[in-house]
């Protein structure tokens, strides 16, 4: 009897632990998550200009001071993993705008160097050949 008493302890115990470290990561989540979207809010609202100091864009004069408190324990070790969490989401909104912006810039020099590159062999601008009209009427 007292075996499956302590059976049925370590069972409620693991479902107890099983349900906080679920909790804490749906919050871990929603922070990565929603400071994320908030940073991109704020850019989109204040504009990319107001969103500079200097050099410096204002999410990294955010983020990278949240992460080295994580880090350090500045305010308990029960708060580093949600500074972790919106540092991250934060980081993550810089990063993808980054990463957008320099897709936009290469997806331009294509196009730019295709163009050239059509103009140097003397065709004309990218059309369907006649070919592909003949096959498109005939659908």
Do not use: C, W
Not at 103 to 111: C, K, N, P
């Amino acid at each position: 009897m007292a075996n499956k008493m302590q059976r049925a302890r370590d069972f409620l115990r693991r479902q107890r632990e099983r349900a906080r470290d679920t909790a804490m990561q749906v919050l871990t989540d929603g922070l990565t998550v929603g400071s994320g979207a908030g940073a991109a809010y704020v850019r989109g609202r204040m504009g990319p200009e107001q969103m500079q100091l200097g050099d410096i864009d204002l999410e990294l004069i955010a983020a990278v001071p949240l992460k080295f408190a994580a880090y350090i324990n500045v305010f308990g070790r029960s708060l580093s993993p949600h500074l972790h969490a919106i540092s991250n989401g934060v980081l993550t909104e810089y990063a993808a705008l980054q990463a957008f912006e320099l897709g936009q810039e290469h997806r331009d020099q294509d196009a730019a160097t295709q163009g050239r590159a059509r103009a140097v062999r003397g065709i004309g601008p990218g059309t369907v050949s006649p070919i592909g009209q003949q096959r498109q009427a005939v659908r």
